[in-house]
């Protein structure tokens, strides 16, 4: 496995986007001792928001899947920011937490949270499987489908 997280990507025909920089009073990622916090990310194309809507009215599992991924590669786009794209300073992600816009009766909130998983450890292998909460959410910011946060165990 490469050292480089995006030439990583780049060999699975993923290009990680520019890291999106905070829109109100909080930063992108927190290093305490050897856990590295990453704020919620959402799916981006462009820098602008995209898969907006909810699961179970206006979008479709697949959307959801694909909103998942997006942000989920917004999330490693942080991750290799934080990191200074040193992909052996990642031990492994510990965390994932997914928030789903969706219906009060759309069930499928792991299906959709696997779209980040899938992608996380497709990029990350082994060091990308990790503990999960899917939790399905009246709205998000700017209106999307998805959002994705995470805590990853680091090397000084």
């Known amino acids: 496995m490469s050292d480089s997280l995006r030439a990583r990507a780049n ?7 520019s ?30 928001p995209t898969y907006v809507g909810r699961l179970g009215e206006s979008l479709s599992d697949e959307e959801g899947i694909q909103a998942a991924e997006l ?9 290799s920011d ?7 300073r990642l031990v492994r992600i510990l965390r994932l937490g997914v928030f789903i816009a969706s219906s ?14 899938d992608l996380l450890v497709n990029v990350l292998g082994e060091k990308g499987r990790h503990v999960r909460t899917a939790v399905g ?12 946060d995470a805590i990853f ?4």
Do not use: M, W
């Open 11 to 17: 060999a699975l025909g993923l290009t990680l986007p």
């Open 137 to 148: 959410v009246a709205s998000l910011p700017a209106g999307v489908a998805v959002e994705v």
């Open 19 to 48: 890291p999106s920089q905070p829109i109100a009073n909080y930063i992108n990622h927190v290093v305490s001792h050897q856990h590295l916090f990453i704020s919620g990310q959402i799916p981006l194309v462009d820098g602008k």
């Open 82 to 88: 934080a990191l200074g794209d040193d992909l052996s």
């Open 104 to 117: 009060s009766d759309f069930q499928r909130q792991g299906a959709v949270a696997n779209g980040a998983s």
């Open 153 to 156: 165990e680091v090397r000084p």
């Open 71 to 79: 942000a989920a590669l917004g999330l490693l786009a942080q991750l």
